[in-house]
């Protein structure tokens, strides 16, 4: 539940700083997408800017304001999952595995359960849904792209943690990192 109530804040929070982009795009104040540059925008009507009409700051702090209130509740929820992985000992197993942290490892703890009900590696990537799909007939196998039938969210928060790893693999020299420096020289 902590999980589902996180990503439904965190969704909220997106919706509002695009919310924001766009209504200030109308005025002609344009931001880059990100979240970092929707923040500057919060902060403009924060500030009340010269800049912006004091009816375009009052129509929009609201969003603000809920903006403000949504960090905070996403704060707490990471905090308490946070608190969960390390009461568990399979999560903190898992958080020393590069790009897996405290998010990461509950949810995997929460949704897999016992991993020696998986065969192998095979067996949990398509429970993921990254198993490529089967189209055969006539006895040849034909593999298109990946199936995507499995639990989206476990997906999305490992690609975001394989970014991670990926992104910062000059800063580092584990094995892990080493592997995927050469995988992205060939």
Known sequence: MHHKVREMLVR????????????????????AQSPVHARALAD??????ASVRQAVVTALSPLVTQLEHLDAEIKEADAAIAKLAKADPVANALMSIPGIGPVTASALVASVGDPSGFSGPRQFAAFLGLAPRQNSSGGKPRLGRISK????????????????????????ADPLRCWAQKLMET
């Open 12 to 31: 909220q929070r997106t919706q509002i700083l695009n919310g924001l982009r766009g209504h200030l795009a109308e005025i002609g104040i344009i931001a």
């Open 44 to 49: 403009l009507l924060r500030r009340s800017d």
């Open 149 to 172: 039938m499995g639990n989206a969210y476990l997906r999305k928060l490992l690609v975001v943690g394989a970014h991670a790893v990926l992104y910062h693999r000059a800063r580092h």
